[in-house]
């Protein structure tokens, strides 16, 4: 199993970022997909995510300029991040996540990370 992130970089605030993760090993339709972040001295949050139907869900702070999408055809999933701010610094992770309905067994896989950074 292997997720593998892109697209980060260094960005000044305004500017856009599109990440991508591309999925390998498992089936990737049946799973939910989520980008999280982590910034330094914070935990771990969900930035967004989308579900194995293409229900999506964002926080509140990044609603409105960023959008997740998943192609399924290509076993990735893109977060499309426009008017950066210097809060959004941080590593972003991508997550793909399953719970068997027969066995009640959460699969759980990420990422390794990809730097985002914002500056002023």
């Known amino acids: 199993v292997q997720l593998v992130e892109s697209g980060g970089g260094l960005v000044q605030a305004g500017g856009s970022l599109r990440l991508s993760c591309a999925a390998s090993?498992?089936?990737?339709?049946?799973?939910?997909i989520g980008w999280y972040r982590q910034a330094p001295g914070k935990e771990r949050e969900l930035v967004a995510a989308?579900?194995?139907?293409?229900?999506?869900n964002y926080a509140d702070s990044v609603k409105g300029r960023f959008t997740i999408s998943r192609d399924n055809a290509k076993n990735t999933v893109y977060l499309q991040m426009n008017s950066l701010k210097p809060e959004d610094t941080a590593v972003y992770y991508c997550?793909?996540?399953?719970?068997?309905?027969?066995?009640?067994?959460?699969?759980?896989?990420w990422g390794q990370g990809t730097q985002v950074t914002v500056s002023s």
């Open positions: 997550n793909a996540r399953r719970r068997s309905n027969a066995s009640g067994y959460t699969y759980d896989y």
């Open positions: 090993g498992f089936t990737f339709d049946d799973y939910a």
């Open positions: 989308i579900g194995s139907a293409g229900s999506t």
